[in-house]
T-cell receptor
Framework: KQEVTQIPAALSVPEGENLVLNCSFTDSAIYNLQWFRQDPGKGLTSLLLIQSSQREQTSGRLNASLDKSSGRSTLYIAASQPGDSATYLCAVPQGGSEKLVFGKGTKLTVNP | NAGVMQNPRHLVRRRGQEARLRCSPMKGHSHVYWYRQLPEEGLKFMVYLQKENIIDESGMPKERFSAEFPKEGPSILRIQQVVRGDSAAYFC????????????FGSGTRLTVV
C-alpha cells in the first residue's frame, strides 16, 4: 500500500529565502509524481508533474526533483514571496492504478 | 477552457437529508475522480469513473454514498441521509486517461451537515 509523507508539516520563512519541501513515498513503482498547491478554502492547483523517467522539472521559481529508487521528491522554491504562502501537496499513484495517494501537505507561510 | 467545474461551492444540509455534488470535467477529459478532504486530514480517493462506468470505487463508504457519470451531463456524487461526519471538502479531478498528463482538480464543494 502506497503511503506518502511530507515534512515539515509547517514552515515559516522570511520573504526572499530559498526553501525545500520534502516528500517521501513507500512504493517506488510509480509512473509519475505531481506537486499541487492549495490555498485556504480553495481547490488544488497543479504546479509540476514529473514522469518516472525524469529526474526534475522546473517552472519559474519552482524546481521539483524525483529520486524513484529512494522514494523521494523535493520541491525547491527560490526567492520566496508572501504570495507563495499556501499548503503544498505531493501525490503519487497507488500501485499501477489511476488513483492518487496524497501526503498531508506542508503549510508554508512567507512573511513580508 | 473552463477547467473542472464543481457546483455548488458550498452546501449546507441537515442531518438525514440528501446531498448532490456535481462535477463537469475539463473539455476533452473522459475520466473523473472524486476525493474527500476531512478537516485536518489529507485528500482520500473515493471513486474513479468513466462515462457510464464505475471503474474503481474502493474508496467509497459502502453505505449512503453513490456516484455516477452519465453519457450526458456532469458526474454526480450523491450522499444519502447525511451525518455530521460527512462534513468535508469534496474535490473532483479529471484526466484524459493518459497518466503522462496528470490530473486537473476543481475548486471543490464544501459540505456542512448541521
Amino acid at each position: 500500500k502506497q503511503e506518502v509523507t511530507q515534512i515539515p508539516a509547517a514552515l515559516s520563512v522570511p520573504e526572499g529565502e530559498n526553501l525545500v519541501l520534502n516528500c517521501s513515498f513507500t512504493d517506488s513503482a510509480i509512473y509519475n509524481l505531481q506537486w499541487f498547491r492549495q490555498d485556504p478554502g480553495k481547490g488544488l492547483t497543479s504546479l509540476l508533474l514529473i514522469q518516472s523517467s525524469q529526474r526534475e522539472q522546473t517552472s519559474g521559481r519552482l524546481n521539483a526533483s524525483l529520486d524513484k529508487s529512494s522514494g523521494r521528491s523535493t520541491l525547491y522554491i527560490a526567492a520566496s514571496q508572501p504570495g507563495d504562502s499556501a499548503t503544498y501537496l505531493c501525490a503519487v499513484p497507488q500501485g499501477g492504478s489511476e488513483k492518487l495517494v496524497f501526503g498531508k501537505g506542508t503549510k508554508l507561510t512567507v512573511n513580508p | 477552457n473552463a477547467g473542472v467545474m464543481q457546483n455548488p461551492r458550498h452546501l449546507v444540509r441537515r442531518r438525514g437529508q440528501e446531498a448532490r455534488l456535481r462535477c463537469s470535467p475539463m473539455k476533452g477529459h473522459s475520466h473523473v475522480y472524486w476525493y474527500r478532504q476531512l478537516p485536518e486530514e489529507g485528500l482520500k480517493f473515493m471513486v474513479y469513473l468513466q462515462k457510464e462506468n464505475i471503474i474503481d470505487e474502493s474508496g467509497m463508504p459502502k453505505e449512503r454514498f453513490s456516484a455516477e457519470f452519465p453519457k450526458e451531463g456532469p458526474s454526480i456524487l450523491r450522499i444519502q441521509q447525511v451525518v455530521r461526519g460527512d462534513s468535508a471538502a469534496y474535490f473532483c479531478a479529471s484526466s484524459s486517461g493518459q497518466a503522462a498528463y496528470g490530473y486537473t482538480f476543481g475548486s471543490g464543494t464544501r459540505l456542512t451537515v448541521v
